[in-house]
Structure formats: structure tokens, C-alpha cells
């Protein structure tokens, strides 16, 4: 499982039970006593998920999630919740929280949705490094082989590609072949995946 659980709660008593139940299922954990410890020691590098108290001394989780949006953060927010806290919760939501549970929880219930939130983080993580592996290809492609890659990906034939750019089917062969080379695929339909999957 790649990522950890940050939990943030002013609780220490809540914290302790909480990486308990984390450690008791193989779940890596961090703990933080405070918004503020939290966002003092934020890094983009950050893996994971939050697991963020709603109300808290000073800065609250609500205050603390929004702060770290501003900040980049894409790591899912998943809060903890008094009974009458609710709408504050279903405003966290509305903000692009992922989740929210009610005090008193169900133990395996919020480990579970903790360990969904750790796998999107991870794909989203993934996703995002591929995108970069591919812009990192096509700066390597001059102009005119990126002018060849859309006409190929759009279905167009070498020969039409040739007349459409006043060049030569040879030279338009050329120029498909450095570009697949360029972006590690062999066909066509590679290629199109390729960038249909980058975005």
C-alpha cells in the first residue's frame, strides 16, 4: 500500500485509538495534534489521504482542508464528524472533500473507506506521472513530426498527409516513423491510446 493516513485531530485520545485501528489492519499512519502542525509540515510530496477532525482549537479541519486546496494539495479529505456537524460536512463535500464520517464511527467501515481513498490518491498519482512521461516525449518532437502525429491520429493516410503538407510520402514515412520511435509505440492505435490517455 503505498501512501499513509494523516490524521488530524486535537484529540489525543482520539488519535491513539485511530492509529490503533490503523496499524491493527496494516494501514501506515502519521499523526498530527493541530491544523496547524499539519500545515506547518505540508509537502507536495505528501502521499495518501487526510483524516481531518471538523472541529478543532483554532484553525478548524474545515478551515485547514480549504488552506491546503489553495496550497495544490490533491490528497482526498475524508472528516470526522460530531452529530451536529453535518451540514459543515456536507459543505466540506461540496468543496471537493471525498468523505465524511459520523463520531461514533464504525471501526472496519472507516478503515475501509480510508483504504478506497489511499487507492485513488494512488491512481490519480499515476495518472498524473503518465501525463507527465508523455508531455516529456512530445517536447522531443519537432514541429512538423507533431503536425504528422494529429494527421495519423486522426486516421489520415500517408498520402493525403504528403498532399495536405506538400511533402513526399517517403519523407511523411519518415517523420511517422521518428515519431513513433520518439513516443515508444509501435502502431497507430498505440499511439492514439496513448495520448486519449494523457488527456
Given at each position: 500500500m503505498t501512501g499513509r493516513v494523516h490524521i488530524i485531530d486535537?484529540?489525543?485520545?482520539?488519535?491513539?485509538?485511530?492509529?490503533?485501528?490503523?496499524?491493527?489492519?496494516?494501514?501506515?499512519?502519521?499523526?498530527?495534534?493541530?491544523?496547524?502542525?499539519?500545515?506547518?509540515?505540508?509537502?507536495?510530496?505528501?502521499?495518501?489521504?487526510?483524516?481531518?477532525?471538523i472541529r478543532m482549537e483554532a484553525m478548524s479541519g474545515l478551515e485547514l482542508?480549504?488552506?491546503?486546496?489553495?496550497?495544490?494539495?490533491?490528497?482526498?479529505?475524508?472528516?470526522?464528524?460530531?452529530?451536529?456537524?453535518?451540514?459543515?460536512?456536507v459543505t466540506a463535500l461540496k468543496k471537493g472533500a471525498r468523505d465524511f464520517v459520523e463520531k461514533p464511527?464504525?471501526?472496519?467501515?472507516?478503515?475501509?473507506?480510508?483504504?478506497?481513498?489511499?487507492?485513488?490518491?494512488?491512481d490519480q498519482r499515476a495518472r498524473e506521472a503518465g501525463q507527465a512521461h508523455?508531455?516529456?516525449?512530445?517536447?522531443?518532437?519537432?514541429?512538423?513530426?507533431?503536425?504528422?502525429?494529429e494527421l495519423v491520429v486522426a486516421g489520415t493516410l500517408n498520402k493525403v498527409i504528403a498532399d495536405q503538407l506538400g511533402v513526399s510520402m517517403r519523407t511523411v514515412e519518415v517523420h511517422r516513423s521518428h515519431v513513433f520511435e520518439k513516443m515508444g509505440v509501435k502502431t497507430a492505435v498505440e499511439l492514439a491510446r496513448l495520448l486519449s490517455g494523457a488527456g
Open positions: 486535537d484529540d489525543e485520545a482520539i488519535r491513539d485509538a485511530l492509529t490503533w485501528l490503523f496499524q491493527s489492519r496494516d494501514v501506515p499512519c502519521d499523526c498530527w495534534e493541530s491544523a496547524e502542525s499539519f500545515l506547518a509540515a505540508y509537502s507536495p510530496a505528501m502521499t495518501g489521504c487526510l483524516l481531518l477532525d482542508f480549504e488552506r491546503l486546496r489553495e496550497l495544490g494539495c490533491r490528497m482526498p479529505a475524508i472528516f470526522l464528524t460530531g452529530h451536529g456537524d453535518v451540514p459543515v460536512a464511527f464504525n471501526d472496519n467501515e472507516l478503515v475501509d473507506r480510508v483504504i478506497e481513498a489511499l487507492a485513488v490518491d494512488a508523455v508531455a516529456t516525449r512530445l517536447a522531443t518532437l519537432t514541429a512538423r513530426e507533431r503536425q504528422v502525429m
